[in-house]
């Protein structure tokens, strides 16, 4: 894992924007759920600014409302391992913050295939919701989205080139 952060930084700390592609398992609602385990999301991040600092990041959008910048984000559980990647425990996590109203790319796979319409219809309604930060201060629909990335789920980076022709 050491050696595939460090290529993913270098290369990183050599471009201003880069594409990554990540695969992982949706978080599903086990009861009832016939699709459980069987589901794969592909997604990727176009165009990213790998780097900004969340804090930084969300009282650039209070000042762009006309507000306060006086965010200060929690303390975290993550140790900075560098200007890219965490890590809590031993697992290293890339850091992604989006800017406002980005939208990733994204496609679905069951059972090992991509999956139909009426499938991710299906079992899309078994996803569990995830919460928006409500203590940024910022207008509804204008926070800032951060994430992390499993070192492991990172499956592409610098050339998601499928996601460009996804709708």
Not at 129 to 151: A, N, P
Request: glycine share 6%; proline share 3%.
């Amino acid at each position: 894992m050491e050696k595939k952060m460090q290529t993913i930084t270098n290369i990183l700390r050599n471009t201003d924007a880069c594409d990554v592609e990540i695969s992982t398992e949706p978080k599903m609602n086990k009861r009832g759920n016939p699709f459980y385990g069987r589901v794969r999301k592909h997604t990727a991040y176009l165009s990213l600014d790998f780097g900004a600092n969340y804090t930084e990041e969300v009282n650039k959008e209070l000042l762009a409302e006309g507000k306060e910048a006086n965010f200060q984000a929690k303390e975290s559980p993550y140790e900075r391992v560098n200007e890219y990647f965490v890590r809590k425990g031993n697992q290293l996590y890339l850091q992604i913050v989006l800017p406002k109203g980005y939208q990733s790319k994204s496609i679905y796979e069951l059972d090992d295939r991509p999956a139909t319409e009426q499938e991710i219809k299906e079992f899309t309604a078994f996803f569990t919701k995830s919460g928006k930060s409500t203590r940024q201060g910022v207008d509804k629909g204008r926070e800032v989205d951060m994430r992390r990335v499993k070192i492991e789920n990172i499956i592409a980076i610098g050339g998601a080139t499928w996601a460009r022709e996804v709708a």
